[in-house]
Each structure stands twice: as C-alpha cells, then as structure tokens.
C-alpha cells in the first residue's frame, strides 16, 4: 500500500525476468519492440498496459507464446505480511492529550505506510488509530484490522503489542501477551499501564538489548514510532 493509502502498482516481476534471461535490456528490448525504453519501463512498473498490436511482437521476442505474455502482464497478487500487531491503551487519567493525539497519528501512518495486520479492542486507542487511518489515509479496500472482545483476545497469537496510556484492562492485556513470550512495546510518556509496564523483568527479558532505555527516553511519538517501526521490519525481514 502506498502512503496515500491507495494500492500501489505492482511490478511485473515476472516480465522482467523473461526480458533479463533472453539477455535483454530495457533498451534493446524497446528497440527490437520499436518504441522508447520509457515504455518499456512503464509496462514492467505496471503503470501502463501494450497495445494489442504491440503484443504479438513481445511474445515473439521474449520467445513466449501469447498466453504466457498475458500470465507475465498480469501481476502477482499482493502478498500481505503474517506479522500482525496488536494496538492497545486508552487515555488515563491526567494524560498529555497532545502527546496521545500524535502517537495515535503517528501510529496509523504506521499502520497505513506498513504490511502488519491489526489487532485491536472495540475501543480505545486502537479504534483512535483505525478510525484516522481511514480518515486521513482513505485506503482502498483496507482488511488488515481485526476488532475483538475479551482482553486475552486482542492479543492472541499477534507477534508484537503496542501500548499507549491504558488502564487496568490494558495492564491485563499486556501481561497475558508477556506470558506467551509476545514482546510488549510500550510508550511510557503516555502514562497509565505504559508507564509502568517495563518495570517487570519479564517483559524486559522479551525486547532486545537498549530498547528498554531506548523506550524510556522516547519523548515524542516520532520516537516512538521508529521503534515500533523498527520491531516491524525485524519480524517481517524489511529492514527499516
């Protein structure tokens, strides 16, 4: 998904790869094709589709038959990360409203910018960071969220819980998911059961060395956000 929300275009991987093992560049085969390298690059970015005059040549050239060219046209579907997170908190008592209104978009442009599934209670911080994905970022056709009841649901089976402000429910969730070996990141500044979550030894012993410190000294929720960006990327195993 792109940034603005809207699907991104999918790039022929196979296409390209058929160019690449007839010994062929982008050039050469817009030559032998008799239009510009542009084209060429634009068909295999998957922003633009041959005419159907060009299609007999390409097959031709690519030594490919014309049902194969339209397998090659047609892109992979979208594969989604497995890694699915799990958002939760509330805004305690005495919370820095600022401070939770930019965690929250900080998380959602997270959420909309990333391949994670998500976990969430039916209200809360959670819902907050849904309801302005889909405000602000208008994704298209967006399924990777899922809204649960009972605590020991929303973080079951997920690979990394997040935790902004939160209360008593919220302390529940994230010692049920310390339990089950799932790393707990939350956000102290926000306060609540954030703020007292990486005092247990056994949520510490789940997160990689520095990132307790690192935690603690987050100050702005664009702190925040590059860690959780960072705990992502190593489930998933896109380097951020």
Known sequence: MSRSGQPAHQRRERLIARRKAMGLSQEMFAERLGVDRTTVARWEAGTSEPTPWTRPTMSKVLGITAEDLDEFLRPAPQQYSTTTVAICGSRPAGHNAAL??????????????????????????????????ADQFRPGG?????????????????????????????????????????????FPRTGGAAATCLDRESFQQLLPAGTVTALTEAATAAAYGALVEQAISTRTGNPG
């Open 100 to 133: 939770i209104d930019a965690t929250v978009a900080e998380l959602a442009r997270i959420v909309a910018s990333t391949e994670v599934n998500v976990s969430h209670g039916p209200v809360g911080i959670g819902i907050e960071v849904i309801t302005y994905v």
């Open 142 to 186: 967006f399924t990777r969220t899922t809204a649960r009841f009972g605590h020991a649901n929303v973080v079951d089976g997920v690979d990394l819980v997040l935790i902004v402000g939160g209360g008593a429910g919220t302390a529940a969730e994230a010692a049920i998911a310390a339990d089950a070996g799932t790393p707990v990141l939350p």
